[in-house]
């Protein structure tokens, strides 16, 4: 996928999807004293993966606070931000560093959201005073979440990432000498 954006075309890509990450993020599964289930990872995923690591950080970040900003459900915690930041920079770094082959995508989605996981039980644990047994507890519903969400957005961005090769690929023969 050999792409040239400018810097104009990447700022406007990257903020249309994260204004679809805010709108898809508003719908929402919820399973009441165990979490929500939010569908607006594939949308910064996205972002993270086709210009890397920087506009990967920026989005996920933008995504979690404007999304809170808008839509406010319980407490506002600044931390939940900066690991969402995280996991868009580390999706965007694997994914270069694994050569943007298919089955990096796997590697470059479940690493950074298990470890995001982890590290958001860390933080709950930490900001609600939870006991240890609660904390395994928490960490054990989380990660089976992240596990079905991981699945759902390695089968979405498999399709937005085929449709934009193809989308690509029509653009550069379009355009050839």
């Known amino acids: ?3 040239n954006f400018s810097r104009t ?17 508003r719908f929402r599964i919820v399973i009441p004293g165990l979490f929500r289930i939010i569908f607006n990872g594939p949308f910064y995923k996205f972002i993270a993966i086709i210009f890397g690591p920087l506009y990967g950080t920026i989005i996920s970040f933008l995504t979690e606070t404007i ?3 808008l839509n406010p459900v319980g407490n506002y915690i600044w931390l939940f931000s900066i ?5 868009g920079f580390f999706i965007g770094y694997l994914w270069q560093i694994t050569c943007k082959k298919k089955f990096a995508l796997i590697i470059s989605i479940a690493i950074p959201d298990f470890i995001a ?6 933080i709950m644990k ?21 596990t079905i969400l991981i699945a759902i957005n ?3 961005l498999s399709v937005m990432l085929d449709t934009y090769k193809k989308i690509i690929d ?6 050839e000498f």
């Open 67 to 69: 999304g809170v900003i």
């Open 170 to 175: 029509k653009g550069e023969k379009e355009y």
């Open 83 to 87: 690991v969402t930041a995280l996991r």
């Open 9 to 25: 075309k990447k700022i406007i890509i990257s903020a249309m999807f994260l204004a679809l990450a805010i709108i898809i993020g």
């Open 1 to 3: 996928m050999a792409c």
């Open 117 to 122: 996981s982890f590290l958001n039980t860390l």
């Open 154 to 156: 390695i089968f979405i």
């Open 126 to 146: 930490y900001y609600l005073l939870w006991p240890q047994k609660t904390f395994f507890i928490m960490l054990s519903i989380r990660l089976f979440k992240e």
